[in-house]
């Protein structure tokens, strides 16, 4: 996808929208059913403050969710809408002629992620959760001369989509939860 502004050769990634509705959707059926369920049952947290944790979590995980990745002629760059303020969430930049290579890395799970090592020796973490990932790595060879043949995504799609069928079902039976809760007559 190609980016909106006076850099026509800019390329813009976002989150897969996948991914994106996984999460969120995942983050909704954890955490909705339980103001309910703290008045069913007298619990000493207040629902009302449980709403405010709820609402504070889910724009938390959203901006979480904003990253994107631009590749221009200059460098990659990770960046975050405006709103997100820094301290929470921190983007990079790296020029093209600072990066030496990529460094695979394995994960506590057995997976594979990706740094970029600049010059000076500094990790860069390469995003791999985006729409559009082969095309990136492409652009990354392209500009880099750094062989990406071999980099695949972290998580492949169908994870996704059996965690999004796991969670739809988790959502049908939080609105059993929910409607057993209000039927119980103690939510006004």
């Known amino acids: 996808m190609t980016a909106n502004s006076?850099?026509?050769?800019?390329?813009?990634?976002?989150l897969s929208p996948l991914i994106r509705m996984t999460l969120l959707s995942l983050y909704v059926a954890l955490t909705v059913p339980l103001p309910f369920l703290a008045e069913v049952t007298a619990a000493p947290l207040p629902p009302r403050l449980l709403w405010v944790g709820i609402s504070i979590g889910l724009v938390a995980l959203y901006a979480v969710l904003t990253e994107r990745v631009i590749l221009d002629d200059q460098g990659i760059q990770v960046t975050y809408p405006t709103w997100v303020p820094g301290f929470f969430r921190k983007g990079w930049s790296l020029p093209w002629s600072e990066i030496k290579?990529?460094?695979?890395?394995?994960?506590?799970?057995g997976g594979m992620v990706y740094y970029f090592l600049s010059?000076?020796?500094?990790?860069?973490?390469l995003p791999m959760r985006?729409?559009?990932?082969?095309?990136?790595?492409?652009?990354?060879?392209?500009?880099?001369g750094i062989d990406t043949t071999d980099i695949s995504t972290l998580a492949q799609?169908?994870?996704y989509l059996i965690l999004l069928g796991c969670t739809?079902?988790?959502?049908?039976?939080?609105?059993w939860t929910i409607t057993t809760a209000l039927s119980m007559g103690k939510l006004t």
Do not use: C, H, N
């Not at 985006?130 to 880099?144: L, Y």
């Open 6 to 14: 006076a850099d026509t050769s800019a390329s813009i990634f976002r």
């Open 119 to 125: 010059q000076d020796g500094k990790a860069y973490l």
């Open 168 to 175: 739809l079902l988790l959502l049908l039976i939080d609105a």
């Open 101 to 109: 290579e990529l460094k695979p890395r394995t994960t506590g799970q």
């Open 130 to 144: 985006v729409a559009g990932f082969g095309q990136m790595v492409r652009q990354v060879q392209v500009k880099t």
């Open 157 to 159: 799609p169908w994870m």
